[in-house]
Every structure is written in structure tokens, then in C-alpha cells.
């Protein structure tokens, strides 16, 4: 589903215009964002949480050239599924 039948499908089911709802949805990727720049998590009950991992620094190769490299320390944005998302996913139709 792209940004666009998000959008689309939130307007429709909000009873909004198409502009009000591409507003709500960048206010809230941007509000996730900053949180997760901060540091901070962002839980969502009943549907999950956004945090930030820290993956350490490693030895990774080059594939075109096989040369090892340095891969850098660095913060990764993670969602972690709430049950109640998980159940409504695996849930028999």
C-alpha cells in the first residue's frame, strides 16, 4: 500500500478531504521521527511501539571487490508489533 492509498483510504473512512488527511498522516511520521530522534519511544497501545536500537560496530566485505570494511555504529528505527496487532494479523478469517 503506498502513501498515497493511505491517504486516500484515511480521508474516505474519516469523512475528511484527501489535503487534511496527508496532514494528519506527516504530522504523525514527523512526530514519530522526532521522538525517535530524541531517544525516546513512541508506544501505540494495542497496535506497537517504535524504539531505537543500537546496532555496534562490525567488519563487513565489499561484494564487488571482497575488500573488508568498517561498518559504523548506528541507532536503528525498530516497530515492535503489539499482541493485539499480531492477533488481528494471524486472526482466521
Known sequence: ???????TKMA????????AAAASLNSFVGTVTGE???GRRVPLV????????KAKARMGRNPQ?????????????????????KSAVNKKR
Open 65 to 85: 571487490t571482497g575488500k573488508a570494511i568498517k561498518i559504523s555504529a548506528r541507532k536503528r528505527p525498530v516497530f515492535k508489533a503489539g499482541q493485539a496487532l
Open 46 to 53: 494495542g497496535f506497537g511501539t517504535f524504539l531505537i536500537r
Open 36 to 38: 525517535l530522534k530524541k
Open 12 to 19: 474516505k473512512e474519516a469523512g475528511i478531504s484527501k489535503k
Open 1 to 7: 500500500m503506498t502513501k498515497e492509498q493511505i491517504v
